[in-house]
Every structure is written in structure tokens, then in C-alpha cells.
């Protein structure tokens, strides 16, 4: 089983940036895609970012589109989330999980079979 381990949150400022990591422990051939999502207390884990790994095509939420940038590196097995524009909106847990079936749903959060523990930000005013 694939453990999957976050790292780089942290508190920045409205405007900042922060680069997360998600270090997977295994090779990720059984993986079809890789995402990351987001709960801030009281709400719903929602989506946020994902990519594909065969083809790296890229998805995004409305609300990070043009600031949040998804990507990997295949040989680190390794996944980012380059955050710039922070909002104190972005304020939350963030996740990442990884989805074995192949499927278009990259948003539906109950199709990803694997997740790591979290890593939070928080973005002040």
C-alpha cells in the first residue's frame, strides 16, 4: 500500500506563496491520478487540484485557477501544489490522495482510495 506523507505548509501572508510536497513511498505504477484537496473546519474536503499521471493533463477548482499550479516529478515520486496569491480563503488542511481507477471524476473526493495525514495553512490578513 502507498503511504502518502505531505510537507510544506506553514502561515504566509494574504499575497504569499507556499510550494507543498507529497512523497509517496512506493513507485505509483498502480496510481491513475493524483490529487490534492482541502477542509477547513466546519466544511466539506473539497477539491482543489489534480493531474494525471500517464498524460499529465492538469485539473483545477474555479477558486485556484491561475494561482495554484499542480505538478510531479516521476523519479522522486513526488507531487506539488505551487500556491502564489494566498487568501486567508485558502486558509485550511490540505490533502493529498491518490486514485487508482481510471475515471474523468478527478473532483470527487470518494473516488481517491488513498490519502496522506494533512498539512495545514494558514494564510493571515
Known amino acids: 500500500q502507498v503511504q502518502l506523507v505531505e510537507s510544506g505548509g506553514g502561515l504566509v501572508q494574504t499575497g504569499g506563496s507556499l510550494r507543498l510536497s507529497c512523497a509517496a513511498s512506493d513507485r505509483t505504477f498502480s496510481t491513475y491520478r493524483m490529487g490534492w484537496f482541502r477542509q477547513s473546519p466546519g466544511k466539506e474536503r473539497e477539491f482543489v487540484a489534480a493531474i494525471t499521471l500517464i498524460t499529465g493533463s492538469t485539473y483545477y477548482a474555479e477558486f485556484v485557477k491561475g494561482r495554484f499550479t499542480v505538478s510531479r516529478d516521476n523519479a522522486k515520486n513526488t507531487l506539488y501544489l505551487q500556491m502564489n496569491s494566498l487568501l486567508p480563503a485558502d486558509t485550511a488542511v490540505y490533502y493529498c490522495?491518490?486514485?487508482?481507477?481510471?475515471?474523468?471524476?478527478?473532483?470527487?473526493?470518494?473516488?481517491?482510495?488513498?490519502w496522506g495525514q494533512g498539512t495545514q495553512v494558514t494564510v493571515s490578513s
Open positions: 490522495a491518490a486514485q487508482g481507477s481510471v475515471t474523468t471524476a478527478w473532483s470527487n473526493r470518494l473516488l481517491y482510495d488513498r
